[in-house]
């Protein structure tokens, strides 16, 4: 009820933008075409309809159950799907459809390595997550170290890999809202930054399990259609597909070559790291591990979602090349130069972002263009909720309770703490969209996934797998990739010439997981080995109970003397 | 001065026109300044205060509780039942009559009605929500039938008897009363007739009843109206009566019994429960126990101390049951316990039993398996509803030796199965009713123990509370309703109490803690830090006003048959205050399950 109720005061407040921007667009300054009116009241009822469709489910499981039944713990599958929701975001759909819309098959690096991530995910932490019993990366690192600097590290990683992550949904949605309503980016951004508020503040404390669910399903489905629709047109042939895009696409033949994207080796290696660890250091997907029942559908749940997302990246590839064909040679999808000419890649009205939902506009019309833009709004809001939760339970739970606060703070101060902390989240999150405007989706996430990965996973892995680790070490550790990747990120061209305007970047590379990993992994190496304070004896003395619990389930220490 | 004091005012209404004179001559009056501590906190009291004048603010350190005016009563607390839980501050010029401490406890011991009113009082909070009193229940109770009272048996003895031996029969058979036959002729003999020939006449011990019984017998009709009883005793100028049926007399009627069918006499009934020798005895004390929530409810005693005599009730009953049925050996090495709301003690109108029983070593098979039977049997012969979730002694997973149960809580926790969350979760409710009461403590330890750092299975325990959301009492629903589009009616368990009291219950075995009732596990919650003082009131609050119209419901549903509606409230029938109350209530959920979800992260499921 509270979600439907949201979503339609979201709606309204959307339409009422739409309202004044169309009043604005009588003004000769805006460039963009007319909107499609058709377009905007699908979009708005497609959105409804969905997100009634998620509490339904949501409402409907719930009653089926008595008091207790819910015990159990959600299966294998369905928490497959969930996982599947949270990690197919905006920048998955929009942004690696527009990498392979604008460099052909270097693409296929983002898709290739998120999915890679996954049996990583499966191998090394989602049967031992769950074994340990613990909610939050977090808490399992801090099962045998120090909990307030173990905390403090956490809440630091995860605050900063959220805040990258939002600004690819952001930057997403604001898109959409601009192309479908015709408003200017900074009221689109502010507009879903106001939802997203609305929506985790208020009523999102929905259970987020059916939602991504749903949105799964939703995804996979308007995903397919796309895909099958292209391939109809050439016939079921990707050849004929791929002969077509090189005829039409600026760079020819090198579209289906490496090269266009990722130049030289370094960066090549930077980014495929990143993206292969960094989803096993992400905290929202971490989370999901302790709501299923054992070790065994934790193990199962990965395997089904490391399929859906696998069938996932194909389509998004299949998407990216027909878009190439559908709209590179329709001057109707292009902002015009002065001189009648446009640029194939960059003058896509929207930009490279929105190649998934023009394509959809240039096969279904506005019919489709609504459906599909709903999709993937439903899809940002979905994963911002998501992520909002995991950052403002950083700031409430490790943060706060742990560093801040002087005595224990009671739990409805933590719940209002929580709050305080996702509007905050929310207010940055509009920020940055709007700073990082014109940067590709993926490649933001692209270094979200390499914070993860220099910061969460390198302190994951050597507490639940290194006998040496100690507290020292990993909190130094972890901050050193933690300040690395980011100073990588800010000093690198994406951020210190694209946005903050500089003429050369201090560092050369686009991605810098490969060095901050590696900082990382050697600063816990380094620090555990010469630490040799008493807290370090605690930690390693405290590795086999650790060990057994992540292998067995079961707790070494349960065994008390009745 | 003390004439003007007002009879009519409760609990003094029922008093006699004797004891009233007493209480006149016994009374003082008092004057205290604005701000003037009449009973400080911790303090016993010595009198019994009502208000003639002015205003007493009743003070929980510097929380005012309540108001209390002009002829208010207080503080039976602190008279009855020890120091008193708030001060009584003066909160302007204040007047009162002040009852001295000896006089008002004699005249609980004697007079039954005027007991049952401070039994009622123990929670004085009664003033802030005294629930719709059911004017017709002293009408209705008139209208009974004398075959409704529990009136004692007729005894007959030979007019042969002597005085002495007659007041050994009275003692024999508990009575006050016995029915003399003297050839043809019956006649009767009291207590009262005893003592007086005895005492005044001087009569020797051994003379025979014969010439000191009484044969001009008041009778009345078993089928007779209550009614009809009072307007004979009123008319004979007796307090008691004979009851005939079909020519004979089968019993004796009292007017205490007609007292205590209307105010309940719930302190009669331990005396009931220890004298039974059979289980089959039992049974009229198992319906008493039933029967006087409605009566004590009648009187507005609010629902926990409803729930407190009941449960007591109950568990003197259990530990009755289990003398009478166990064998030497499992009453050796046995500790019978209840659980689920019995054990939290917030059982009033019976829904289930859960019950089971732990023993320091294994006992032989087959006197478990007598036992076992029994006891279950005894339960179900008194009209205790079998616990849906199978959980009863009868059940060998609730009756077993300590280690082996521990084991079994150990699989609970390691292997869980779809009830093993229910199982802990009432299993923490449990509390000893007799035999080795360390064993409860030893094995909730051990659980605790068992329990810590379990966060990813105390997430998927509290999300029970998720189960049941959304019910609203606003005005959205009303409307709805009207036009038939939604239903107002609203389960008071699922959307009410039972988020509060599981709510409570996963904190209360996240932070190992010892009480059992909900209303405690929030006080130490509170104390704790864990929640603010502020919410703890609140849900203490919700819950208290939750089990007052659950119970109101029940009762309705227990008289109607219908009991699959015992928790089922319907809005448009609730008065604009109940309904605000209600909202009020719900929105305190609401709030404690944002709680919940945060701490246990329930926003991921």
Redesign the interface.
């Known amino acids: 009820?509270?979600l439907v109720r949201l979503l339609s005061a979201g709606a309204v407040a959307l339409a009422l933008s739409a309202g004044i921007s169309l009043a604005h667009a009588a003004e000769p300054a805006v460039a963009a075409p007319p909107p499609s009116r058709t377009a905007m009241i699908l979009f708005l009822i497609f959105v409804v309809i969905t997100l009634w469709i998620t509490t339904w489910a949501a409402?409907r499981n719930?009653?089926a159950?008595?008091?207790?039944?819910?015990?159990?713990?959600?299966s294998g599958t369905q928490n497959g799907l969930a996982i599947a929701g949270d990690y197919m975001s905006a920048a998955s759909f929009l942004g690696i459809s527009g990498l392979v819309f604008a460099s052909g098959y270097d693409g296929l690096i983002y898709s290739v390595g998120w999915l890679v991530g996954w049996p990583i995910i499966m191998f090394l932490i989602a049967e031992r997550l769950?074994n340990l019993?613990?909610?939050?990366f977090a808490?399992v690192v801090s099962f045998r170290l120090e909990p307030v600097e173990i905390r403090t590290l956490a809440a630091l990683g995860t605050l900063t890999v959220v805040a990258f992550y939002l600004i690819a949904q952001m930057v997403g949605a604001g898109k959409l809202i601009e192309l479908l309503f015709g408003i200017p980016y900074l009221y689109a951004v502010m507009a879903v930054g106001a939802l997203m508020i609305l929506y985790v503040a208020l009523g999102?404390?929905?259970?987020?399990?059916w939602v991504q669910i749903i949105k799964s399903c939703l995804l996979l489905g308007g995903a397919t259609f796309l895909a099958v629709m292209v391939l109809i047109h050439f016939g079921f042939s990707p050849e004929a597909l791929f002969a077509s895009a090189i005829a039409v696409h600026p760079d020819g033949t090198s579209i289906m070559m490496p090269g266009n994207l990722v130049g030289d080796p370094i960066s090549a290696v930077s980014l495929g790291l990143a993206l292969m660890f960094g989803a096993a250091g992400l905290p929202h997907i971490l989370?999901?591990f302790?709501?299923v029942?054992d070790a065994r559908t934790a193990r199962k749940s990965v395997l089904y979602a490391t399929g859906f997302i696998g069938y996932f990246y194909v389509l998004t590839f299949i998407i990216g090349f027909g878009a190439i064909t559908y709209l590179m040679n329709d001057p109707a999808n292009y902002r015009i130069g002065a001189d009648g000419t446009y640029n194939k890649v960059t003058d896509l009205i929207g930009g490279t972002n929105m190649a998934a939902v023009q394509l959809a506009n240039a096969i279904g019309g506005s019919f489709f263009l609504g459906f599909i833009s709903a999709v993937a709004f439903a899809t940002i809001v979905a994963v911002v909720a998501g992520l909002t939760?995991a950052g403002a339970?950083a700031v409430?739970h490790d943060l706060y309770t742990s560093v801040i606060a002087k005595?224990?703070?009671?739990?409805?101060?933590?719940?209002w703490v929580?709050k305080a902390a996702a509007v905050a989240i929310g207010i940055i999150a509009v920020f940055l969209g709007y700073v990082f405007e014109n940067e590709n989706v993926a490649y933001m996430v692209g270094l979200a996934f390499a914070v993860a990965a220099s910061c969460n996973f390198p302190a994951l892995l050597m507490s639940l797998l290194w006998r040496g680790a100690t507290t020292r070490g990993v909190f130094i550790g972890g901050l050193l990739g933690l300040v690395s990747s980011i100073a990588g990120v800010v000093l690198g061209p994406a951020v210190w010439v694209h946005t903050l305007g500089f003429a050369h970047a201090p560092f050369p590379y686009d991605n810098p997981a490969l060095f901050s990993m590696a900082l990382a992994f050697g600063g816990i190496w380094l620090f555990s080995k010469t630490d040799k304070s008493k807290r370090a004896q605690i930690d390693k003395a405290g590795f086999k109970a650790q060990f057994i619990r992540s292998e067995t389930?079961?707790?070494a220490s349960?065994a008390?003397a009745? | 001065m003390a004439e003007a004091f007002d009879a009519q005012n409760p609990p003094f209404e029922r008093l006699s026109h004797d004891e009233i004179s007493q209480v006149r001559a016994a009374l003082d009056i008092g004057y205290f300044r604005p701000g003037e501590a009449i009973i400080a906190q911790g303090q016993r009291s010595e009198n019994l205060y009502v208000v003639i004048k002015g205003l007493v603010e009743e003070r929980d350190g510097d929380d005012i509780e309540s108001a209390l005016g002009p002829k208010d009563t207080f503080d039976a607390r602190s008279l009855v039942h020890g120091p008193a839980g708030a001060s009584f501050v003066a909160g302007e010029e204040t007047l009162c009559y002040l009852l001295p401490k000896a006089l008002v406890l004699e005249l609980i011991a004697k007079n039954t009605g005027f007991a049952a009113f401070f039994y009622s009082e123990i929670s004085r909070k009664l003033r802030s929500y005294t629930p719709g009193r059911d004017t017709g229940g002293v009408e209705s109770t008139l209208r009974a039938r004398v075959r409704d009272v529990r009136f004692r048996p007729a005894v007959f003895v030979d007019a042969s008897m002597t005085i002495k031996e007659a007041g050994h029969a009275m003692r024999e058979f508990n009575s006050n009363t016995l029915l003399v036959r003297d050839g043809e002729a019956i006649g009767v003999i009291t207590r009262t007739d005893l003592a007086e020939r005895v005492v005044i006449d001087e009569r020797p011990l051994s003379a025979a009843i014969r010439d000191i019984c009484n044969f001009d017998l008041a009778t009345i009709g078993i089928d007779d109206f209550i009614f009809d009883a009072v307007i004979a005793m009123t008319h004979h100028n007796k307090r008691r009566l004979i009851i005939e049926s079909a020519g004979t007399y089968v019993g004796v009627i009292e007017d205490i019994d007609i007292l205590g069918l209307v105010a309940g006499n719930p302190q009669l009934i331990p005396g009931q429960i220890e004298r039974a020798r059979k289980v089959e005895e039992l049974t009229a004390s198992a319906h008493d126990i039933q029967s006087q929530v409605e009566r004590l409810r009648r009187q507005g005693a609010r629902v926990e101390v409803i729930a407190e005599i009941t449960s007591d009730l109950n568990r003197r009953l259990f530990a009755k049951v289990f003398d009478l049925t166990a064998t030497p050996s499992v009453s050796e090495a046995g500790c019978l316990i209840v659980m689920g709301s019995e054990g939290r003690g917030e059982q009033t109108v019976r829904t289930d039993q859960d019950n089971g029983i732990l023993f320091t070593h294994p006992v032989p098979d087959d006197e478990l398996a007598a036992f076992r039977e029994n006891f279950t049997a005894a339960l179900e012969s008194f009209g205790f509803p079998a616990c849906p979730g199978n959980i009863m002694v009868r059940n060998p997973q609730w009756s077993q030796p300590?280690?082996d149960f521990?084991r079994q809580i150990?699989s609970w926790?390691?292997a869980?199965?779809?009830?093993?969350?229910?199982n802990l979760?009432i299993f923490y409710d449990a509390v000893p009713v007799t035999g080795h009461f360390e064993l409860v403590d030893?094995a909730k330890s051990?659980m605790a123990?068992?329990m810590r750092?379990?966060?990813?299975?105390l997430?998927?325990?509290a999300?029970?509370i998720?189960?049941?959301?959304?019910a609203s009492a606003g005005m959205f629903t009303s409307i709805m309703a009207s036009v038939g589009v939604a239903t107002d009616e609203i389960d008071i368990k699922?959307t009410g109490t039972?988020p509060i009291v599981?709510g409570v219950r996963t904190f209360a075995i996240d932070e190992g803690l010892k009480e059992t009732s909900t209303v405690h596990r929030i006080e130490a919650l509170a104390e704790s830090?864990?929640?603010?003082n502020?919410?703890g009131r609140d849900l203490a609050g919700a819950l208290s006003y939750f089990m007052e119209i659950r119970l109101q419901s029940q009762l309705r549903a227990v008289k109607t048959g219908k009991r699959e509606q015992e928790s089922i409230v319907r809005l448009n029938e609730l008065s604009t205050r109940d309904r605000d109350l209600l909202r009020d209530a719900l929105r305190v959920v609401k709030?404690f399950r944002?709680?919940v979800?945060?701490?246990y992260?329930?926003?991921?499921?």
Not at chain 1, 407 to 415: A, G, H, I, N
Not at chain 2, 453 to 457: H, L, M, N, P
Not at chain 2, 466 to 470: H, K, Q, V
Request: glycine share 10%.
């Open positions: 009820m509270t409402r719930r009653s159950a008595d008091f207790y039944a819910a015990g159990a713990g959600i769950r019993g613990r909610y939050t808490d999102g404390m929905l259970a987020t399990t989370m999901r302790f709501t029942a939760l339970s409430s005595e224990t703070p009671s739990e409805d101060r933590e719940v929580s389930g079961i707790g349960g008390v009745y | 300590i280690d521990l150990k926790i390691v869980p199965t779809d009830d093993s969350p229910m979760g030893r051990a123990e068992m750092g379990e966060s990813a299975y997430s998927r325990f999300r029970a998720d189960l049941f959301e959304g699922k039972f599981h830090g864990i929640l603010s502020e919410l709030r944002e709680v979800r945060s701490r992260h329930l926003s991921m499921f």
